[in-house]
């Protein structure tokens, strides 16, 4: 009869601790970055209604470098200091700025299209930059301003930056 109870006892708390474990599980569907060819139509036509003069990177990142500035270029370790101004491929702006003194962001904890556009140029460069999602807040997106799966435009000085 002990024996009985003390079974008892062991499947109940295996029982419990599966339970609990089950509970604490992420769910497999999680959310998926769109395939960036997905977006490729939509983002050729924005090129071609703006009358932007678009250079492809190997990573994705559609840009236009308007001016090149100086020729130091900054590192992925380089704090940056820029203004700019983001778009939805609609033109709803989603944020901007115009005063570079309250950037001061570290480049290496920036959107992938930042980190691959911004070493593009120098200090007094500026940029236009046309990015798939992936390269952008991805299926996240970012609050209520970048729906998930967003591509985005950007046009972007980079004001300094030190190493």
Known sequence: ???MKKISVVLLMCVAVAATLAGC???????QVQDPSKEEAAIQAFIAAKGITATKSSR?????????GSTSRPQNTSVIYCTYKG??????VFDQQTNPGLTGFQLSGLIEAWKIGLPLIGKGGSIKMILPSALGYGCTGSGSSI???TPLYFEMTLVDFFN
């Not at 599980?25 to 959310?31: L, Q």
């Not at 994705?60 to 090149?68: E, N």
């Not at 778009?87 to 709803?92: A, M, N, R, S």
């Open 1 to 3: 009869m002990k024996f």
């Open 25 to 31: 599980t992420k769910s497999s569907t999680g959310c």
């Open 87 to 92: 778009t939805l491929l609609d033109g709803t």
């Open 147 to 149: 729906p998930p799966n």
């Open 60 to 68: 994705g990142l559609y840009y236009q470098i308007i001016t090149p």
